[in-house]
């Protein structure tokens, strides 16, 4: 935590007040840090109340030359970032009277349209059947799985509740059974800022969450975990005799698991768990879906942050144009 009074007293804000998640909150501490460490570089006796709009020009010139740990020019967005925990601190100065620049002064670094990456048709396909083909998982026509082990299964649910929930993988990983009612389809998770929001089960992610649940052999609350038998955080409990023993997964491992099923399903570009949650978005918005529906689908404060998904849907331009334009003109 900081040093600065006003800044660990800004911090204690965002946590108690706002609600704001731990990693925001160590994320804004860091670039405060970053700023008053520059401004104390350039004025030893730097006061808050020197902040004003030539100090701010330095500091956005000294962010655009900045380089990361690996040579790199920060990106607009990183530099961004800064800008806007600075702006927000400086808000909550103005708020408890505490002179300073106001925080509509400062502005942020304009960026280049943002890229999505997702998967659909035959590359999401085949994506979703790996963990399955490449396990050789046998269904008979019981019903009955004949697998090596259990993980499999794990792994195809994961990507099948990714991919028709559009939950983050931090949301993912933190579920637990108590949670989800798979005869109602739906259940509710606590997203960014602990806001609920409503989350919706496809029937092919229901089937495997329920076969990988009834093939688990554990006492876990959680509903995704660590089978690694060489996972060294599971302690046995005298009371868990012939009981396996095991932790939920942590979003890199899911990070880890996505990537080697998008090789070893041949597809090139770079997968993470947030592209299936950018093609659960993409497919909802090309059939047809409203964008203030998908916005609270994803949990998002902002319908701002869903518009990253509009251009996706341009493709379907050209047939809207040519069902709809002109027909005044045919009928005369």
């Known amino acids: 935590m900081s040093a600065n009074p006003l800044v660990t007293n800004f911090l204690e804000y965002l946590e108690i007040e706002r609600g704001r998640a731990q990693a925001t909150i160590r994320n804004y501490d860091f670039y405060l840090q970053r700023f008053f460490n520059w401004a104390k570089s350039k004025n030893k006796s730097f006061k808050i109340e020197d902040v004003d709009s030539s100090l701010i020009r330095q500091f956005r010139l000294w962010l655009n030359r900045a380089t990361d740990d690996h040579g790199k020019n920060l990106k607009s967005s990183t530099q961004n970032y800064h800008l806007i925990a600075l702006r927000s601190f400086l808000k909550y100065l103005a708020k408890n009277d505490i002179r300073s620049l106001a925080p509509e002064k400062i502005e942020l670094a304009r960026q280049s349209e943002r890229h999505i990456e997702y998967l659909e048709g035959s590359d999401l396909e085949r994506f979703l059947a790996a963990p399955l083909q490449i396990n050789k998982v046998e269904i008979d026509q ?125 597809i090139t570009k770079k997968i993470t768990p947030h592209t299936l949650r950018h093609s659960f978005a993409t497919d909802l918005l090309t059939s047809g879906a409203d964008i203030r529906s998908v916005q609270s689908l994803l949990g998002h404060a902002s319908i701002t942050t869903t518009q990253i998904y509009t251009h996706i849907t341009d493709k379907h331009l050209r047939e809207v144009y040519k069902a709809f334009h002109g027909r005044q003109r045919k009928k005369s």
């Open 142 to 266: 019981d019903g009955n799985d004949y697998i090596a082990n259990i993980i499999p299964l794990r792994d195809k649910a994961i990507l099948e509740m990714l991919f028709s929930t559009g939950l983050r993988v931090s949301e993912l990983v933190h579920l637990q059974k108590d949670q989800i009612n798979l005869a109602k389809e739906e259940f509710t998770v606590r997203g960014k800022g602990d806001k609920p929001r409503v989350v919706f089960i496809s029937n092919q992610a229901k089937f495997w969450l329920r076969r990988y649940l009834a093939t688990r052999r554990d006492g876990s609350d959680y509903i995704f975990v660590s089978h690694d038998r060489a996972n060294k955080s599971r302690v046995p409990s005298p009371e868990s005799r012939g009981v396996e023993e095991v932790s939920f997964l942590t979003p890199r491992s899911v990070q880890r698991l996505i990537k080697k099923y998008a090789r070893l399903a041949g």
